[in-house]
C-alpha cells in the first residue's frame, strides 16, 4: 500500500530515476509533448504511476528504434485505438531494423576477413589499417 501510494506521488526527480532518465529528459519530452506536464501541488508537480509507464513505453520505443515523432504518434494512436496505424508503423521499424541488421551482419563479416588476413603473418602494412586509407 505505501509503496503504490509513493507511486502516485513522484517529484520530477523520483519519475527521472525510476525511468532511467535524467531530470531534463522529463522536461524535453513535456516540451515534444511525450509526457503530460502535471499541476503544481504546494509548489510541487507530482507524477504518477501512468506518467512511469508512459515514459517507460518512450524508452522502450527509443531502444526499438523508434524516433520521437514516431512515438508521440503511437501515444496518440493509443488513445484513438487506430491498431491498423499502429501495426502499420511496427512493420516498417522491423523492416529498417532488418535492413540495419544485414548492414552491421555484411560489415562484422568483412572485419572478420581484415582481421583473419591481418592475423595471417604476411609482409606488409596490416589489411585493416590498409582498408582504412581507401
Do not use: W
Not at 55 to 79: M, V
Amino acid at each position: 500500500m505505501v509503496q503504490s501510494q509513493a507511486l502516485q506521488s513522484l517529484t520530477i526527480g523520483k519519475l527521472a530515476a525510476a525511468g532511467g532518465v535524467g531530470v531534463e529528459t522529463i522536461r524535453f519530452y513535456q516540451r515534444r509533448g511525450l509526457l503530460e506536464t502535471p499541476t503544481r501541488h504546494d509548489a510541487i508537480r507530482r507524477y504518477g504511476l501512468d506518467d512511469l509507464r508512459r515514459l517507460r513505453f518512450i524508452r522502450q520505443a527509443q531502444s526499438a528504434g523508434f524516433t520521437l515523432e514516431e512515438i508521440k504518434e503511437l501515444l496518440d494512436l493509443d488513445a484513438s485505438d487506430d491498431r491498423a496505424r499502429v501495426r502499420e508503423l511496427a512493420k516498417s521499424r522491423v523492416k529498417a531494423l532488418d535492413s540495419k541488421i544485414s548492414e552491421l551482419e555484411r560489415a562484422r563479416n568483412a572485419l572478420r576477413k581484415l582481421a583473419r588476413e591481418c592475423g595471417s603473418g604476411a609482409a606488409g602494412p596490416c589489411p585493416i589499417l590498409a582498408s582504412f586509407e581507401n
